[in-house]
């Protein structure tokens, strides 16, 4: 079990750009999820995949956020156009499901910042 | 819908007294609640569950909570803390799968000698 890791640790970049984060569970875990957590505030939840199908995404996840699992392994989350208000942690986690207690992995995150 | 709440922002406590960190939830319909702990530049960790039975649940690390379903609420417990113990704390519930989850905007446990 080597957990989760999230690529990069640190990104900044200028408003109006691209970004792109990725995510590597547990290698067995079906469930991939995405957060974002602000400073002074809890976790928020994006959105989530059960393999390479993604089931639900939150109202914050507005059309400048897209998220991938391609193959049902690692995740991308990409935002497009960036602006300061994206400056965030954005955290994955991921789980298996398909045992009674389900349990959530949480990578360190990514810390974004915004100029 | 669901949330949460955390009552203290911050706690400050010297080592080996006890401590409480507070957090009441609302929901509509049946839970599952978390206590999860963030130490510093590292992700965050499960510490207990409470999904059914039993309402006082133990966790890692010495930690307990126990369930109030006529309050509404999930405090945490632990007898004596550590100087390590110094985190930031978090409850969080769901309803449906233990991956998205409503978190509250967490407590500031701070240990001193």
């Known amino acids: 079990d080597t957990g989760v890791s999230q690529n990069p640790r640190h990104k900044i970049t200028k408003r109006g750009q691209n970004v792109t984060f990725r995510c590597d569970p547990i290698s067995e875990h079906n469930r991939l999820y995405w957060y974002r957590q602000t400073l002074g505030q809890g976790p928020e939840f994006l959105t989530y995949?059960?393999?390479?199908?993604?089931?639900?995404k939150s109202r914050l996840l507005s059309d400048r956020f897209s998220a991938e699992r391609p193959k049902g392994s690692f995740s991308t989350l990409e935002i497009q156009r960036t602006e300061q208000g994206d400056s965030a942690m954005y955290l994955c986690?991921?789980?298996?499901?398909?045992?009674?207690?389900?349990?959530?992995?949480f990578g360190s995150g990514t810390q974004l910042s915004v100029l | 819908a669901q949330s949460v709440t955390q009552l203290d922002s911050q706690v400050p406590v010297f080592e080996e007294a006890p401590v409480e960190l507070r957090c009441n939830y609302s929901?509509?319909?049946?839970?599952?609640l978390f206590w999860y702990v963030q130490y510093p530049n590292q992700g965050l960790q499960l510490l207990l569950k409470?999904?059914?039975?039993?309402?006082l649940v133990k966790g890692i690390n010495g930690f307990e909570a126990e369930f109030n379903k006529s309050q509404t609420s999930f405090h945490l417990r632990k007898p004596s803390v550590h100087i390590s113990d110094t985190a930031e704390y978090f409850c969080a519930v769901s309803n449906t799968n233990a991956g998205k989850s409503t978190f509250g905007d967490g407590t500031t446990l701070t240990v001193k000698p």
């Open positions: 929901s509509s319909v049946s839970v599952y």
């Open positions: 995949f059960q393999n390479e199908a993604q089931l639900e």
């Open positions: 409470y999904l059914s039975g039993s309402t």
């Open positions: 986690a991921s789980s298996q499901t398909g045992i009674t207690n389900e349990k959530l992995f």
